[in-house]
């Protein structure tokens, strides 16, 4: 495999594939950028079709970091770790084994939670390596974090479109119940809106319900779909195509999850459309802000994770009206503002 010829690697540092036959791993850790800092980005624990498929999502998540990182304005580059699952259960071997070859990095990469990773296998691996984060008493959970930065960016895009902030009198598409879904459904519902949600997870279905009775439940298959003020991915990504983005009936889509353009050219179709799209990696910079937190030399500080978070809201009045002003896609504007801050002014290499 040529890697160097993929569309995805946009000129990568580097690219580490770890492999320990006894414990099952088969990793691979991508490095996009470090001008900013050491790269930083969670490890993902996903079944794959194949390797290259893997490594063309390291590819994409780790790039998406770099220009995270640089609108959230903090010190530190995008990188990512992905887990190829095995057929069997995942264990706490595998786990340890992989935190083991984060040590060969020596510091150029630390992860910590991302879809797949539990709290219990953050346990295990940070009693290998000291490059994970998410401590107890520290960081810890990011999903919460994560929702508020979403529910801050909706915000913005809600004044942008209807003149004012208020969630009550609109209604909400959340895909994906998860750890980021449901925390935002709760900043949702607390302010009065009303919310339609799908999930593939019958168990997610039952916890979101009992918690809020009045979520309305359709088909996975159908949530993008329905007329909705704002429509919010939070599962795994890649949910506009050209096929796609005609059957939207939203003004909005803001969501935690990422990668949600297929390619460039759809952010571009839903500008033409006239549908504001906060690009994910501004939206959902929340839990990696905490992760900052955890990782400041003068020590974590709750005050200033929340700060920096409700700070997205105005990352995207910004880029909102420089799209206006220049009468570009929001992605685009966006991609301009984080490269402008981690290439320096430096011609960006491929």
Request: positive net charge.
């Amino acid at each position: 495999m040529n890697i160097t010829s993929l569309p995805e690697f946009d000129g990568h540092e580097s690219v580490t594939f770890l492999h320990d036959r006894a414990a099952g791993l088969r990793s691979f850790i991508a490095i996009h950028n470090t001008n900013l800092g050491p790269a930083t980005g969670g490890t993902r624990y996903a079944h794959y079709a194949s390797e290259e498929e893997a490594l063309k999502d390291a590819l994409n998540l780790s790039r998406a970091m770099t220009y995270k990182c640089a609108l959230a304005d903090v010190p530190y580059g995008g990188g990512k770790g992905v887990i190829m699952a095995n057929r069997k259960p995942k264990t706490k071997v595998l786990v340890a084994a992989y935190a083991r070859g984060v040590n060969i990095l020596g510091g150029r990469f630390t992860t910590g939670e991302d879809v797949g990773i539990t709290e219990h296998d953050l346990r295990v691996m940070q009693k290998e390596s000291k490059y994970v984060n998410g401590r107890p008493g520290l960081a810890g959970e990011l999903g919460p974090w994560a929702a508020l930065g979403v529910f801050s960016a909706m915000r913005a895009a809600l004044k942008a479109i209807f003149g004012d902030s208020r969630i009550e009198g609109k209604t909400f598409a959340v895909k994906g119940l998860g750890k980021v879904g449901s925390e935002l459904c709760a900043h949702i519902g607390k302010e009065g809106g009303t919310i339609i949600a799908a999930d593939i997870d019958p168990l997610a279905i039952r916890r979101a319900k009992a918690r809020f009775p009045k979520m309305k439940i359709v088909n996975p298959k159908e949530i993008q779909f329905m007329k909705a003020d704002v429509f919010a991915p939070c599962a795994m990504g890649g949910d506009f195509t050209a096929e796609t983005i005609k059957k939207l009936r939203c003004a909005i889509v803001c969501g935690g999850a990422n990668n949600q353009i297929a390619s460039h050219e759809d952010g571009a179709r839903l500008h033409t459309r006239g549908i504001l799209y906060v690009p994910d990696y501004v939206a959902n910079a929340g839990g990696l802000i905490n992760v900052a937190g955890e990782m400041r030399k003068t020590g974590y500080s709750r005050a200033w994770v929340e700060r920096k978070v409700l700070g997205i809201g105005k990352t995207v009045t910004e880029i909102i009206e420089l799209s206006h002003a220049t009468k570009k896609p929001m992605h685009e504007v966006a991609d301009r503002l984080a490269e402008a801050r981690f290439l320096g002014g430096r011609k960006r290499k491929k």
